[in-house]
């Protein structure tokens, strides 16, 4: 459409495959849209578009997202407030017209799986390193590993007697995020295997074996986040949605692609195809973090690396 809206706190940029949003750094924007500055979404991440009524003489230009399409959405769980949505465009009234055909124009380029739950993500997460402070320790997430540094203020005991945690991606399976604005707020990582007693923290669910199935199935276990050294506890002031939550959208997103793509596959045999150099760079990439993650030995880096090099 190679078109540009612009509205309240966002401008919108229709690409040829894509909306480009762009939010502004004013000191009423929402410090979520601050913190993302810009998102790119393909027209084949979205389910549908709406356009409703807004408050104060306004209208609603809502691009709503497929299920299971983006990492920030799936990290937050639905526990967004509508004014942080960053898929809403908010206009003046009198702008009602000119955002209907542009809802109109939207959904003429919803493609056909626009109805079903997206296979994998489809819009890039937030990109790593990324930290924020917690009320009990520093959370912190290069693109391989987790870590949390503990406070001496506001640690418990049993997250002391543990001492900092390092997760490597591989070892994860979920990411559980509760925002700091409701009660008891935290992040949680769900570690591979993890296992604990019954109590008040509610469900994490980690993976346990099916012994009729034979495989890897998910089993619950019940610990308070503030006695859970993989886990970092909220609170006021501590771990804000803008920070928290496009950190656990970049540990989703890390986690769910180490689990798409088996070490097999990364080591996999490559045919004498010439292929698109930004494969080549983005395989070469997700290679460098298994290798980091202790996954890929010294020589299987170099051979594949080597391989992946020989197909430009």
Known sequence: MGDVLAGIHATWEFDTDSLLIRFERGIRTPRLF??????????????????????????VLHAVPRPGADPLLEAAAGQLKDGCDPYRLVLPAERETLAEYYADELRSLLGPDAAKHADGFLVTAPEAPMHFKAYDGRAGFDGVRVSFRWSWTGASSTKWKAGDQTFPVAELSDVQWRSPEALEGYLRLIVRGAAGDADEGGPVHALGPDAAQGAQQPAV??????????????????????????????VLESVRRTQAVPVAAALAPVGGQRRDPADIAERIRHLGELHRAGLVTDDEYSAKKAQLLAEL
């Open 34 to 59: 601050q913190s993302l500055r810009e998102r790119r979404i393909p027209y084949a991440a979205l389910s549908s578009v709406t356009l409703t009524p807004g408050r104060r003489g306004t209208v």
């Open 221 to 250: 276990r019940h610990v308070p986040v503030d006695q859970d050294p993989a886990a970092v506890v909220f609170g006021l002031g501590y771990g804000p949605v803008h920070e928290s939550l496009p950190f656990a959208a970049a």
